[in-house]
Structures are given as structure tokens and as C-alpha cells.
């Protein structure tokens, strides 16, 4: 995982972590590190089950267009994302996309609007992080972390409130819905 919080020097560190043949059973870019890749500071391909996590403004800057072009047309935007960059783009936002090169879409409705709150994406890349570590690809890992974020978000607005819940109330919803389902 790389991005969050890395600043400027986050094409450095990406560089270094995505190099040719890196031991990682996957990788998943987020904030700074979708800024150095929009800037050009990344040159060589990603590697394989690369996940890139953007929110619109992010997604503007990828695919050198505006925000209300990203918005106008969200499921182009997230396929344009995981064609040019050949890796799974999850397009943050309501109701969040994920693609894959190739042209697989999908589409999940769990979420609410107090996943805005700043925070919470880093729950989700740590997710997709954890799920590529576990050895899912990349596609099928964004699948399970976007839908289980949303779901876990779901529960905590119920008791807390969109408005009033916070990126760490997901945790135990999360756990909540493992333990559930016995995992």
C-alpha cells in the first residue's frame, strides 16, 4: 500500500516499492501516490494486481480531464482508468465502481455519505491491501473490500449516524460482519 500521507517524495518511494519484479503479491496506490502517477513520476508499468484507488478529483488529474467530466460519466471514467493504467481502478465515490482491463464492471450500492469523511478511504486501502496479501487478485479483492467497506459503513450510520460516524467506527462492523458469515 502506498500513497497515504507519503507527500512530495511519493514518487521516490512508489519507485522503489514497484520496481521491476517487486516480491509483492499485489500493490494498491492511493492519495500521493495517484499524484505522482497522474505527474508522470512513475514511468515504468505498474505490476500485476495493482489496484488503483481514486476519488474523482484524483481520477480528473489520472485521465487529464475535470472533475465534471469524471461525474458526467463515471462508468467510462473507471474503464478509461483500468485500461490506461492496465490494473483494477476503483473509483471512489457514490455508488463506487470498480474495472478491470478488459472491460469487467462493477457497480456496489452498499455506502453512504459518511464514507466522505476523511479517513475513511484509508480503511478501504488497507482492506484491499490486506485482501492482495491474502493472495486474491486484484479484481476479486476490490470486489470484497469495496462491498465490505460499504456494508460495514451501512451498519455504523445505522447506530451512529452518516453524519456522526467516524472512519474508526467501521472497524467493528467489519468485524461484526466476519464473525457472522464464520470467518
Not at 512508489?14 to 501516490?33: E, Y
Not at 460495514?152 to 457472522?180: N, Q, S, T, V
Request: net charge negative; hydrophobic share 45%.
Amino acid at each position: 500500500l502506498a500513497g497515504p500521507g507519503l507527500g512530495e517524495g511519493a514518487g521516490e518511494v512508489c519507485r522503489a516499492l514497484l520496481g521491476k519484479n517487486p516480491p509483492w503479491a499485489g500493490a494498491v496506490l492511493d492519495a500521493d501516490a495517484l499524484n505522482s502517477l497522474a505527474a508522470g513520476r512513475l514511468r515504468d508499468p505498474l505490476p500485476e494486481n495493482t489496484i488503483l484507488t481514486p476519488h474523482p478529483g484524483e481520477a480528473a488529474r489520472l485521465l487529464g480531464c475535470t472533475v465534471a467530466d469524471v461525474q458526467a460519466d463515471r462508468e467510462q471514467a473507471v474503464l478509461r482508468l483500468a485500461e490506461t493504467y492496465h490494473c483494477v481502478a476503483v473509483l471512489k465515490g457514490s455508488g463506487t465502481l470498480i474495472a478491470a482491463p478488459g472491460g469487467e464492471l462493477l457497480h456496489n450500492a452498499a455506502g453512504n455519505a459518511g464514507l466522505a469523511r476523511g479517513g475513511s478511504g484509508d480503511v478501504l486501502t488497507g482492506m484491499l491491501a490486506a485482501l492482495l496479501a491474502c493472495g486474491l487478485p486484484a479484481y476479486q479483492a476490490a470486489a470484497c473490500a469495496v462491498y465490505l467497506h460499504g456494508a460495514a459503513a451501512d451498519r455504523a450510520a445505522a447506530k451512529r449516524g452518516e453524519y456522526g460516524m467516524l472512519p474508526h467506527d467501521i472497524l467493528p462492523e467489519l468485524g461484526a460482519l466476519f464473525a457472522e458469515n464464520q470467518r
